[in-house]
């Protein structure tokens, strides 16, 4: 069974997934966050806590703070705002429970005026997706994002298209054993995301799946 779990809905083991650069921006929210090189961030589990912690998503090997959750108690399904290091919303969203998917919008900054993501997720016994549907500000492309995997393992890939049709895994979520008793919180796990993608995307996709998950 545990072997069977190393294995993904695309294809292929877990840990020989390498990512690819982007040929092309990937981006959702702004610009800036599209970086020209891979980076590997640090999330916890229930970001949103109930404890009214603040929290900061950093960089795993340097320390440097993208994002923060500035403390504050959360209700499942209220609003959930995503800031930089400065303090400036970046986007939002808002669970709608809808049958047995959860479907809801992403918005830029702390307001509900422009719509930027559309997004679904959904869990089976072992398995977790969340796709996510936007248009490219950078380019004006449609996107189609695909997260799957083992959500409670934090054994996942996000995809740019669908896996089964040559999908690019362009992130990895994952809680490496060797490093979670010192690098990690005990609910801590990382994110490791390609060049050329949109970093607060990657973020969002990631919160949005776990608020999902304490549903």
């Given at each position: 069974?545990?072997?069977a779990l190393?294995?993904?809905?695309?294809?292929?083991?877990f840990?020989?997934?390498?990512?690819?650069?982007?040929?092309?921006?990937?981006?959702a929210?702004?610009?800036r966050?599209?970086l020209p090189?891979?980076?590997?961030?640090r999330?916890?589990e229930?970001f949103?806590?109930?404890?009214g912690?603040d929290?900061?998503?950093?960089?795993?090997?340097?320390?440097?703070p993208?994002?923060?959750?500035?403390?504050k108690l959360?209700s499942?399904?209220?609003?959930?705002?995503i800031?930089?290091?400065?303090?400036v919303?970046?986007?939002n969203f808002?669970?709608?429970?809808?049958?047995?998917t959860?479907?809801?919008?992403?918005y830029?900054?702390?307001?509900?005026d422009k719509?930027?993501?559309?997004?679904?997720?959904?869990?089976?016994?072992v398995?977790?997706?969340?796709?996510?549907v936007?248009e490219?500000?950078?380019?004006?492309?449609?996107?189609?994002?695909?997260?799957?995997?083992?959500w409670r393992?934090?054994r996942c890939?996000?995809?740019?298209g669908?896996?089964k049709?040559g999908?690019v895994?362009i992130?990895?979520i994952?809680?490496p054993l060797?490093?979670r008793s010192?690098l990690?919180?005990?609910d801590?796990y990382?994110l490791?995301?390609a060049?050329?993608?949109?970093?607060a995307l990657m973020?969002?996709?990631c919160?949005?799946l776990?608020?999902?998950?304490r549903?």
């Amino acid at each position: 069974m545990f072997k069977a779990l190393n294995k993904l809905v695309g294809g292929g083991d877990f840990n020989e997934i390498q990512l690819q650069p982007s040929a092309e921006p990937i981006c959702a929210t702004e610009p800036r966050f599209c970086l020209p090189n891979s980076v590997t961030l640090r999330l916890r589990e229930k970001f949103f806590s109930l404890s009214g912690d603040d929290f900061k998503i950093s960089c795993a090997t340097t320390g440097t703070p993208y994002f923060q959750c500035q403390g504050k108690l959360f209700s499942l399904r209220e609003k959930k705002v995503i800031r930089d290091n400065a303090g400036v919303p970046v986007a939002n969203f808002k669970e709608q429970l809808i049958s047995f998917t959860d479907k809801f919008n992403v918005y830029a900054g702390d307001s509900s005026d422009k719509n930027i993501c559309k997004c679904s997720a959904s869990f089976t016994f072992v398995r977790a997706k969340l796709t996510s549907v936007f248009e490219d500000v950078m380019t004006g492309k449609s996107r189609r994002l695909i997260l799957k995997g083992d959500w409670r393992d934090k054994r996942c890939v996000i995809y740019w298209g669908e896996p089964k049709q040559g999908g690019v895994p362009i992130a990895k979520i994952f809680r490496p054993l060797s490093v979670r008793s010192h690098l990690l919180e005990t609910d801590g796990y990382l994110l490791e995301i390609a060049p050329g993608v949109d970093i607060a995307l990657m973020v969002i996709m990631c919160i949005a799946l776990d608020e999902h998950a304490r549903d």
